[in-house]
């Protein structure tokens, strides 16, 4: 380093995690984010569009339940920068936020198109480069497509769908990623009830998808296809005891009191006599069709997914720091981590708060410089 001139960091990936690590460091150093492509437009489609950017839980503990992946980790990062802190940073930067019912956190404009504008405006001293990073050598000197640059300290921010080759090239250890938050692909048909919802399952051309279907996809996102999945789809409901209470009643009329009426259909195929005709065997079959609810899953829905299940193993990382424990000055944040959360906006709080946390260790050498 030239004497009186600032160190320089080099943040590969200008997703949410690389955008917030530049905006906390810029003061201190000479920061440069590289991109192949615009910085922060994988923020665009968050949340429907309207962004959601956090949780309202505010207990750290809590908050790192959340996490199929990650979560003891994230104790000590999120004791530093959680909810709260979130929130406070978006304050800062001119975002102000609500919380809804559903304790999700957003933005009060509802746009995510908003808050990639309001980060991009506060990254005044951040400058950026639209290459692709192929490799990090000794020293550092990070290769791109286009060139090469020179850096004291390298963040690496470059998201769960990315090539993880550049991380292995560092020997550091990757847990190949797996999609999760997603719709699956099922050996069952339900092509003649797509888009029929029961209990939170959400019947598709595909499969089966909504927001059950998705917490299940992220708590098996590492089991071996194909598996198996059983629903209740009668709950407390006695449906013998409905089936005498009601002789009279058709069968399909029955059960499209607690059941959609096409899902019964489905379940009974045409099948549809007077309640009181229908023999033991039969009503024992048609509870345990709608009690325990069997399909195969075969795969996850192509693309389909919100974010992917492994990445850099956590045992090489610092969970203080972010700081690589194999290569020093080298750190790691948001979904490149083999971190990953449900749905309700935990995907960018694990962006904001690994991306705070690199960029505070990184500020402490600068700090210590000045003593
Ligand atoms: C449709 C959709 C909706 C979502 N909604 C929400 C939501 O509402 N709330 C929530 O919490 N989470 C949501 N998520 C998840 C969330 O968007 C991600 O977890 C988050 O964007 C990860 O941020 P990141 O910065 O770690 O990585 P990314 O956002 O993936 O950013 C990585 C960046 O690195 C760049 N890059 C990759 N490799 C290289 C390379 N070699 N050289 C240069 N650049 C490179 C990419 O171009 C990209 O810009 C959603 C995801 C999707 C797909």
Redesign the pocket.
């Known amino acids: 380093m030239e004497q009186g001139s600032k160190s320089k960091v080099i943040i590969?990936?200008?997703?949410?995690?690389?955008?917030i690590c530049a905006y906390f460091l810029q003061n201190n150093f000479d920061v440069t984010i590289?991109?192949?492509?615009s910085?922060?437009?994988?923020?665009l489609?968050?949340?429907?569009g309207?962004?959601?950017?956090?949780h309202a839980e505010f207990d750290f503990r809590e908050l790192a339940k959340n996490y199929p992946r990650g979560e003891k980790f994230l104790y000590s990062v999120f004791s530093r920068f959680g909810t709260s802190e979130t929130i406070e940073f978006f304050k800062n930067i001119g975002v102000e936020t609500y919380i809804r019912e559903d304790i999700r956190i957003f933005p009060t404009s509802n746009s995510a198109k908003e808050v990639r504008e309001k980060i991009l405006s506060v990254l005044k001293n951040v400058k950026f480069k639209k290459?692709?990073?192929?490799r990090i050598n000794d020293g550092f000197t990070v290769v791109?497509d286009k060139g090469s640059h020179k850096a004291d300290y390298v963040v690496i921010?470059?998201?769960?769908?990315?090539?993880f080759k550049?991380i292995e090239l560092l020997n550091h250890k990757i847990i190949p990623p797996k999609p999760a938050l997603t719709g699956l692909v099922t050996k069952e048909d339900f092509s003649k009830i797509a888009g029929v919802v029961v209990n939170d399952v959400l019947f598709t051309h595909k499969g089966i998808s909504g927001p059950a279907i998705y917490r299940i996809s992220s708590l098996k996102a590492r089991d071996n296809l194909p598996y198996e999945l059983c629903f209740d789809f009668l709950g407390e409901v006695d449906l013998q005891k409905a089936l005498n209470s009601n002789p009279h009643k058709d069968i399909k009329n029955l059960l499209s009191d607690y059941v959609p009426k096409s899902f019964a259909e489905f379940i009974l195929g045409g099948f549809n006599p007077k309640c009181h005709t229908i023999d033991g065997k039969t009503r024992d079959k048609i509870c345990e069709k709608l009690k325990k609810f069997k399909v195969t899953v075969l795969d996850t829905v192509k693309d389909g997914?919100?974010?992917m299940a492994g990445g850099v193993d956590l045992n090489e990382v610092n969970p203080k720091t972010m700081e690589s424990k194999i290569v020093p000055k080298i750190y790691f944040?948001?979904?490149?981590l083999n971190i990953?959360?449900f749905?309700?906006?935990?995907?960018?709080?694990?962006?904001w708060s690994t991306?705070y946390l690199a960029a505070d260790a990184i500020n402490s050498f600068f700090k210590s410089s000045l003593t």
């Open positions: 590969a990936g200008g997703g949410p995690a690389g955008c590289i991109d192949k492509n910085p922060l437009l994988t923020l489609p968050t949340g429907g309207k962004c959601n950017l956090a290459e692709e990073v192929l791109t921010a470059t998201g769960g769908h990315a090539s550049l997914e919100v974010v944040c948001g979904e490149v990953d959360g749905c309700g906006g935990f995907n960018l709080q694990n962006c991306g």
